[in-house]
């Protein structure tokens, strides 16, 4: 098997998650650095020409707001789920689960 | 440091559109500090250039990082991709047997055989090349504007129900694209030589130009007509590359009007005469007989495979 297939075949099945991934991580506020870092504590890596589009693309999409606000002198911009963003993290939630049961009864 | 951070960031801002440009550069200026800090917490001490080089090429080139942002855009999308993808490869193979069979029509007849073949071939370029940029574009406009293909929204497979001369009739079986757009190429050169975009009158190869008499008048308009209702049927083939019975009698009725007229040009005397002036050794005046002869054995060869052509759709007919 080629391992560019097996990585693009990665790459497919990590998009949706790290979706889910970064509304579930915004519940709490974070800027993209930390939200990053706490990704990554937590087993999900994610490069920031990753992350930083993804976090402008559901902030447009009306899951996510934002804010810049100064911290350690600097000025960063803060993310959050929105209210629209709690629902449709709900909603996402369960579609996983229940994914997620299937295909531990599959595999 | 520092310059090294802002000329990065200045090539990213160059590639990032004008609203957000700003913003996303404050951003990420901001996260490459934020590593900076880390990594400079990690080692003790401050960053030299090469470690930050070795930092800012983990972003990514500008361009990259810049393409990330932007809207994810395609001059074809897959919606309408296949479609697109099949009528530029039948664009490229009607050019490709077109410029086939008048390159060897070229090699037979001309002259200067490998000049005139050489030529043939640019020209078959440009037009494949002309004939797929005209293509994409439509199909650009198409997919750009969002407009919705007949083809595809009129689906249903309980359309393939009778009706007559419907497209949509049980298939009887597959019709070869290969074969209709071999058919298409022929119909296209007879269509460009009978209206005169072929010289005919250089095609004998020994120096005597020949043209057709006035006997050929009265089949002017029928071949004609003929060629692009038949280009036309086959076009619909090409979409539709399956027969169906009220196709296959169209294309019965087809064949049987050219064999008609086949047969009613075999009948007819003197079709070919010589360009007067154009023989001033009487030697090779029997250039007309030859052409002639050439032109009643090409005639009987059409005439037998549309004969072939009658006979194999009375047998699908019959056998449906």
Request: proline letters at 5%; one cysteine or more.
């Amino acid at each position: 098997m080629p391992s560019d297939l097996i990585e693009k075949l990665r790459l497919e099945l990590r998009r949706g998650s790290l979706i889910l991934a970064v509304l579930a991580e915004l519940d709490v506020e974070h800027y993209g650095y930390t939200l990053r870092k706490s990704l990554a504590e937590l087993g999900l890596e994610i490069d920031e020409g990753t992350l930083y589009p993804l976090l402008r693309r559901l902030e447009s999409q009306g899951l996510l707001t934002s804010e810049w606000r100064e911290e350690d002198k600097r000025q960063k911009r803060f993310y959050r789920l929105s209210p629209e963003g709690g629902k449709v993290l709900e909603q996402l939630l369960h579609e996983w689960r229940t994914l997620n049961a299937a295909l531990d009864k599959i595999v | 440091m520092a310059g090294l951070i802002d000329q990065y960031l200045l090539q990213l801002k160059t590639y990032l559109p004008a609203k957000q440009r700003e913003d996303i550069a404050a951003e990420l200026g901001d996260s490459i500090l934020s590593s900076v800090g880390e990594r400079e917490r990690e080692l003790g001490r401050k960053l030299v250039d090469d470690e930050l080089v070795a930092l800012l090429k983990g972003f990514g080139h500008p361009l990259h990082v810049a393409g990330r942002y932007l809207p994810k855009q395609y001059l074809i999308g897959p919606g309408v991709f296949p479609l697109y993808w099949y009528a530029l490869q039948a664009v490229v193979i009607v050019a490709a047997v077109i410029a086939a069979i008048l390159g060897a029509i070229a090699l037979l007849t001309d002259p200067r055989p490998m000049q005139s073949f050489a030529g043939l071939l640019w020209d078959a370029w440009w037009v494949a090349l002309n004939a797929a940029a005209v293509v994409t574009l439509v199909f650009a406009v198409i997919d750009y504007q969002g407009i919705r293909l007949r083809l595809f929204e009129d689906y249903d497979p309980r359309k393939h129900e009778g009706g007559i001369l419907s497209l949509r009739a049980a298939p009887l079986s597959p019709i070869p694209r290969s074969d209709t757009i071999f058919e298409i190429a022929t119909v296209a050169i007879l269509f460009a030589w009978w209206v005169g975009w072929i010289d005919f009158v250089n095609m004998t190869g020994v120096g005597v130009a020949v043209q057709f008499t006035e006997a050929i008048e009265p089949f002017y308009w029928p071949v004609l007509v003929l060629c692009v209702a038949d280009a036309a049927r086959l076009g619909v083939d090409l979409v539709y590359a399956y027969r169906t019975l009220p196709r296959t009698i169209l294309r019965l009725i087809f064949s049987i009007a050219w064999l008609v007229l086949i047969v009613l040009l075999f009948r007819t005397d003197g079709l070919i005469e010589a360009v007067p002036g154009s023989f001033p050794d009487p030697s090779r005046f029997d250039a007309v007989t030859m052409m002639e002869r050439v032109f009643r054995v090409t005639l009987f060869v059409l005439g037998a495979v549309t004969a072939a052509t009658i006979g194999a759709d009375l047998v699908r007919i019959v056998r449906r």
